[in-house]
């Protein structure tokens, strides 16, 4: 399995809601990451976690919640939000487990995004 | 932090002819420069790559320049068909030891036109 799988591929979701996106991979990856992609814009990174512990948070609002229950699942938990987070969320994966060959598609691979809109 | 910067942000060429596009970086560990292609409404996919210790690399159509000492690194499109149409990233990686960091670059929309 080489595929990173991200569920809804679509939610609509009212500024009072509480909603979860869903990313799984089982390609042995350690690290997981969550990317917010405007349209028209380039991916940003949200929060990285490594070894199941959150490594990086780019200073995310407290409105975005990640969680990491193991090394193959990451959440990312969504509650009251505004209009202005619709955007597409991509998770990723990458580092292979050591022994493993690093090669460019080891390095980052994304999911196929959950496209958010906020109403 | 990390910043990428990317030229052009819409570049049209006819079918046949080349396009490149061209990025800067800021962080000398940076160490990794991939590409990635993204087509309307889908995940950007990785097109070619190439590592700090490597001057350039190319993969049919496709070739990727890197300057390590100017920090630039260019992707070269020969040949170009309509379904290069996308939008590019570029983007440079620095290993922080337990995870990636990826910085895209601002994005070029490439228009190939018969």
């Known amino acids: 399995d080489t595929e990173v799988t991200q569920t809804p591929k679509h939610l609509v979701m009212g500024m009072t809601n509480k909603k979860s996106l869903k990313c799984e991979q089982h390609?042995?990856?350690?690290?997981m990451y969550w990317y917010k992609q405007k349209a028209k814009k380039p991916p940003e990174l949200m929060f990285v976690?490594?070894?199941?512990?959150?490594?990086i948070n780019e200073s995310v609002p407290s409105r975005f919640s990640p969680e990491c229950p193991n090394s193959s699942l990451l959440n990312l938990h969504l509650h009251a939000l505004q209009p202005e987070d619709s955007a597409l969320y991509l998770c990723a994966s990458s580092r292979p487990k050591p022994g493993q060959v690093v090669s460019g598609a080891n390095v980052l691979t994304f999911g196929a995004g959950s496209r958010l809109t906020v109403l | 932090g990390e910043n990428v910067e990317q030229h052009p942000s819409t570049l049209s060429v006819q079918e046949g002819d080349s396009a490149v596009i061209k990025c800067t970086y800021s962080?000398?560990?940076?160490?990794?420069f991939p590409w990635y292609k993204q087509e309307l409404g889908k995940r950007p996919q990785l097109i070619i790559d190439?590592?700090?210790?490597?001057g350039e690399k190319k993969d049919q159509r496709i070739a990727v320049t890197l300057n390590k000492t100017a920090k630039h690194f260019s992707l070269h499109i020969t040949e170009t068909q309509p379904e290069d149409s996308a939008v590019y990233f570029c983007?440079?990686?620095?290993?922080?030891?337990?995870?990636?960091?990826?910085?895209f670059g601002t994005g070029t929309r490439l228009q190939v036109t018969l």
């Open positions: 190439i590592r700090s210790n490597v």
């Open positions: 976690y490594s070894y199941e512990k959150l490594s």
């Open positions: 962080d000398s560990a940076s160490n990794y």
């Open positions: 390609m042995g990856h350690r690290a």
């Open positions: 983007a440079a990686l620095r290993d922080t030891g337990t995870a990636s960091k990826l910085t």
